[in-house]
């Protein structure tokens, strides 16, 4: 099992800047595989950004890229998301995942899951 505990999130003014974190504990964290999704009032949950296992692959959605950085720190078992120049359509619950095996842009593909940090961009 893996536990995950996104925080970070908050208020902010458009233009503005957070960065999210992602402490996981129970499994080894370094092998696995980890991403961001992201979920607004009345939408289905999207893909926001994955990373592979030794952080040397990333992937984005093509509405952050450029403008959101995904990381992590494997000796402090923690993901991060660097998010820049944010816009009000950011306004979302983030969710950190991990699975096992490759990296996916899926939801469905990843069994754990951290319980939301709320971003709130205004205008």
């Known amino acids: 099992q893996v536990q995950l505990v996104e925080s970070g999130g908050g208020l902010v003014q458009a233009g503005g800047s957070l960065r999210l974190s992602c402490a996981a504990s129970g499994r080894t964290f370094s092998s696995l595989p980890m991403g961001w999704f992201r979920q607004a009032p009345g939408k289905e949950r999207e893909f926001v950004a994955t990373i592979s296992w030794s952080g040397g692959s990333t992937d984005y959605a093509d509405s952050v890229k450029g403008r959101f950085t995904i990381s992590r720190d494997n000796t402090k078992n923690t993901m991060y998301l660097q998010m820049n120049s944010l816009k009000p359509e950011d306004t979302a619950v983030y969710y950190c995942?991990?699975?096992?095996?490759?990296?996916?842009?899926?939801?469905?593909?990843?069994?754990?899951w951290g319980q939301g940090t709320r971003v709130t961009v205004s205008s």
């Open positions: 995942a991990a699975r096992m095996g490759l990296v996916s842009f899926f939801s469905n593909d990843y069994p754990f």
